[in-house]
């Protein structure tokens, strides 16, 4: 049974910076694509961000490039979505998500169980 556990969400004021931690018990994830979403209340979820299975290849949410940055420590069974001047329209329960293939295009094997992001102004 696969764990994917989110960390490092918080309350912060807008301009501020937050770096989420995702870990992942899974024995695929060296050879697993990573990606970030998001969920606003009242909002569907929302693509923020991914990362391919050895970090050479990135995609991100126009809303957040430039701002945010995704990473992985495959040594770690960790990927990181650095978020840096957070504004307050950045408020949501942000998800981890295991994709089915070495490059993100879209499926999700595994959902982590979400980590709350709040930014005041």
């Known amino acids: 049974q696969a764990a994917v556990l989110e960390s490092g969400g918080g309350s912060v004021q807008a301009g501020d910076s937050l770096r989420l931690s995702c870990e992942a018990s899974?024995?695929?994830?060296?050879?697993?694509?990573m990606a970030w979403f998001r969920q606003a209340p009242g909002k569907e979820r929302e693509f923020v961000a991914a990362?391919?299975?050895?970090?050479?290849?990135?995609r991100y949410a126009d809303s957040v490039k430039g701002r945010f940055t995704i990473s992985r420590d495959n040594a770690k069974n960790t990927v990181y979505l650095q978020m840096n001047s957070l504004e307050p329209y950045d408020t949501a329960v942000y998800y981890c998500?295991?994709?089915?293939?070495?490059?993100?295009?879209?499926?999700?094997?595994?959902w982590g169980q979400g980590t709350q992001v709040t930014v005041s102004s």
């Open positions: 998500a295991v994709g089915t293939g070495a490059a993100w295009y879209g499926p999700v094997d595994y």
């Open positions: 899974i024995h695929t994830f060296n050879s697993s694509a």
């Open positions: 990362i391919s299975w050895s970090g050479g290849s990135t």
